[in-house]
C-alpha cells in the first residue's frame, strides 16, 4: 500500500530513531491478541510487523503525543522533549521484497 506517513508514539521513547524502532518492531499475537484466520476459521499464534519496501520522496513523521487517561477521561499531552537527527537515515527500516535475492 501506498503511503506518506507515519504515526509513531513517543511515551517511552526520547529519540526520534527509537520511536521509529519501536513501530518497526515484530509483534507476537499470543493468547487473547491470536490471530482469526480466514481460512481455517481458528484463532492461530502469528507475528505482525510493518514492512516498508521503499520510501515516498515526501514522507511525513507524525509524532503521537497525546494519550487518553482512562481515570480521569481527559487527553493528556506529553511535553517530553524528543530528540532528532541532523539527518534522519531510514536505511535500517527498509526490507527487501519478496523473492528480490536480496533475503
Keep these: 500500500h501506498a503511503f506518506l506517513e507515519l504515526s509513531l508514539q513517543v511515551k517511552g521513547h526520547k529519540t526520534l530513531a527509537g520511536a521509529l524502532a519501536s513501530y ?3 509483534e507476537e499475537l499470543r ?3 491470536r490471530y482469526a484466520c480466514r481460512h481455517c476459521d481458528d484463532r492461530c499464534d502469528a507475528t505482525r510487523r ?3 519496501r521503499r520510501l515516498p ?3 511525513n ?3 503521537v ?3 487518553y487517561d482512562l481515570r480521569t477521561g481527559e487527553r493528556k499531552k506529553r511535553v517530553d522533549p524528543v530528540v532528532f537527527p541532523d539527518r534522519l537515515d531510514m536505511a535500517p527500516f ?9 533475503e
Design 24 to 26: 518497526f518492531e515484530t
Design 31 to 33: 493468547g487473547a491478541d
Design 50 to 52: 510493518v514492512a516498508l
Design 57 to 59: 520522496r515526501l514522507l
Design 61 to 63: 513523521l507524525q509524532l
Design 65 to 67: 503525543r497525546y494519550a
Design 94 to 102: 527498509l526490507s527487501p521484497a519478496p523473492g528480490d535475492g536480496a
